[in-house]
């Protein structure tokens, strides 16, 4: 039976083009992360469900990819309780941040702290695809943890200019504080509310002030604590001006006043630093996850409409959960998929990257082939990526391959050439053709580069 | 409640030290797969079950990891039928070959045949997990598809003597045709054997030939075919005298004289193409997998004993099951896990190659790290990887981070330095000390270097 092949929604094939732009990027962020120090780890795709459940909220659960247990896993389960628990143990990972934090727990032992790590790797949610959104997607994630200090923001936001100044698009960091946020609900009065205000904030740009302040209506806040709100939401001027009115509005928050200092403290390394970037205290930034405890990040193009290209932020509870309490940690991760969107909306792929050989020898019988393979063989160890075409098909078959895979150089070698000793190279956009000695490998290159 | 983190068996955390050595063989693999003018790819790690399930025999359908569905997997279920079928439609990739294959049938008018890739990905088999033997494990794969020519056979051998030269291993590589075992076959006069006598025979090494003979006389063979089959499997000498000994043995076999033609065209296109690697016609090669069709390889260490670390052959067939027929590929897979162990086991991994920074600013406080930040930012930007310490601690703990980092080199900048605009830096193997101009860059990139 012929089946005809598909792969899962939501998952893509990278072909030689898309794999090149990819790994542009990815090596452009490599060698960011490795310039401050950073240490490459990786983690396995599958972990365990113990792992995973409950650290991603009741959506994230849902979201999860779970693993039938290999075997027979339906053998001794008890069908009058929920399946799912009892016939999977292990899930695909959802993100690279709960991993790591099983890392650092797990390895505690043989870390150095703090411990700067980076990791790029895929990840898999059960999502719904749509335009941009993938089940299958890497991340790229920097952390530093067992610091507090706001030197390790810093170098995250050092981080993200020198990644978006190697690709060439501007970009603007949104940068804000959740103790700002823990210090709002205090002076609305509802200090219980945090998570409401903050999921309820975190949607300010995308449905308008009107629509946080009927949300939050509904969760029960007071037409009073919303009045204390506005201002805030709406606060606007330099930096100086915002933090002084914040001042104003957070004295009788101690959290308030907390993340007010770590701003300030995070803003004077970055002047301090010469960082070009631009850099806004956005205080309607609130990000969605529930465990930023202090500083929070997201980066936007400038030139480019698509939403956040980088994220993340501050968090002091992380490793709790697996018993390591007391590690603060600090991190952002860079969305390869939407980066990719902006370079190609951008045209900022540098020309030439999925180039493939750089000459290719025609195929004219087995024994002018015999000819060419030592010569190629030496071109190949001096540096060259040579093909030599398999079959000694129709020469027209072979020069259309050149064409269609982008080789600019064509050896065309007979029995004239091989009793010669002779090689003959043609450059195929300008027409120009050489004839060499079989030995001359270093005049080969400087023609063929 | 708090967990005890763990990850599940037969997978692994890879920390900065195994990284950098993985990375390590993985580029110099790329490095000579892309100098023969192959293009990477990649594919999703998950498949429909449909393109995996019949592809690895009975006992490899058992291997595949299967996916729960999403949402309610166990809605509307028939609790009469087997399960696992009706709550998984996707798994696991098993191998980079079945994908490789759905790829080529999917995106056929998108390529140029002959098309030549390479997929580095991990893979996943619900093994039992034993030493040097994973769940989740890397393949790094390179294939041919579209010419029957034997100088797709020939790239491959180069290909393999490249990266084993390049890493400093010694190898054998191990050859043979699977036409011959049909011709085997066809003269021991049980043509319908061959897959039985492939199977014994794959076994040759591990078992002996006295259990080779007594699995095969369970399955069926006669006393006289054995006989006919022991000299073969028992040949010796050069290339040319098997070869001859096949010739005379052969006679009979159309398939066994063209596996023999097949063989005769390689081997004078290894000597053509100055190969100084061992290759040696193998008749007791078999491989398990049942695809393969003409030439087989196997690729051994000869300095370290742990089997096969490298492996393929041709396969005629391997697109048919997806409608494309009549396409013909070669191809070998690399074994990264065994080439790790052979490469520790030999010390030929490069020295520093999980090296860290550069270069350590240590943090003398606020003001002194915001007077560093410039300095340590034009340095990063000459391409250097410079950490400052984030926080203000005991000299003592910042040096023994570099102690643990291996970090080379460490700077101490006070308030005197920050007065007097220089820059200390410690070579703390020789302990030389020099001081710089904060604006000296090149003078600091020199010394640190």
Chains 1, 2 share one sequence.
């Not at 001042?247 to 959290?255: I, N």
């Not at 205290?281 to 698509?306: C, H, M, P």
């Not at 087995?366 to 000819?371: G, L, P, Q």
Request: charged share 25%; net charge negative.
């Amino acid at each position: 039976m012929i089946q005809k092949p598909s792969i899962p929604k939501g998952t893509r094939d990278f072909g030689q083009k898309e794999m090149a732009a990819r790994n542009y990027i990815f090596d452009t962020i490599r060698s960011v992360f490795k310039s401050f120090g950073y240490a490459q780890i990786e983690t396995p795709a599958m972990e365990n469900l113990s792992t995973l459940l409950g650290k991603y909220g009741e959506e994230g659960d849902k979201l999860l990819y779970r693993i039938l247990n290999s075997g027979d896993a339906f053998a001794g389960v008890d069908f009058e309780k929920p399946l799912a628990g009892q016939v999977c143990e292990k899930g695909l990972r959802y993100d690279l941040t709960v991993p790591f934090a099983r890392f650092v727990v797990q390895h505690q032992g043989e870390l150095s702290f703090p411990f700067k790590r980076f990791q790029i790797q895929p990840v898999w949610r059960a999502d719904r695809p749509q335009k941009g959104r993938y089940r299958e997607f890497y991340q790229c994630d920097v952390d530093a943890i067992g610091s507090r200090s706001q030197m390790c923001e810093l170098e995250l936001v050092q981080i993200v200019e020198r990644v978006f100044s190697l690709l060439g698009v501007r970009v603007c960091m949104h940068i804000n504080n959740r103790k700002l946020l823990t210090g709002l609900a205090e002076i609305c009065g509802c200090p219980d509310k945090v998570v409401d205000i903050t999921v309820a904030i975190d949607k300010l740009e995308k449905v308008g002030l009107e629509a946080v302040e009927a949300e939050l209506t509904s969760k029960g806040l007071s037409a009073e604590a919303l009045g204390k709100l506005r201002p805030v939401l709406q606060l606007s001027g330099t930096f100086e001006e915002k933090i002084s009115v914040m001042r104003g509005l957070m004295a009788g928050s101690p959290a308030g006043m907390l993340g007010l200092d770590e701003l300030e403290e995070l803003f004077g390394y970055i002047r301090a630093a010469g960082v070009q970037m631009p850099c806004e205290l956005d205080l309607s930034l609130a990000r969605g996850l529930n465990y930023y405890t202090g500083a929070i990040f997201e980066v936007k193009a400038l030139d480019w409409q698509i939403g956040s290209i980088c994220g993340g932020g501050r968090y002091d509870n992380l490793t709790g959960i697996f018993g390591l309490p007391d590690m603060s940690g600090v991190g952002v991760s860079f969305g390869a998929d939407r980066i990719y969107d902006v370079l190609v909306g951008l045209e900022k792929f540098p020309a030439g990257l999925a180039s493939g050989a750089d000459l290719l020898f025609a195929n004219m019988g087995r024994s002018e082939a015999a000819y060419v393979l030592p010569v190629a063989a030496a071109l190949r160890a001096a540096g060259l990526s040579v093909e030599i075409y398999p079959d000694s098909s129709k020469l027209k078959k072979q020069f259309d391959y050149c064409d269609r895979k982008g080789i600019p150089f064509i050896s065309i070698c007979g029995a004239d050439e091989a009793a010669s000793g002779t090689v003959q190279i043609k450059n195929l956009s300008t027409g120009e053709q050489r004839s060499f000695g079989s030995g001359d490998v270093a005049e080969m290159v400087a023609f063929v580069k």
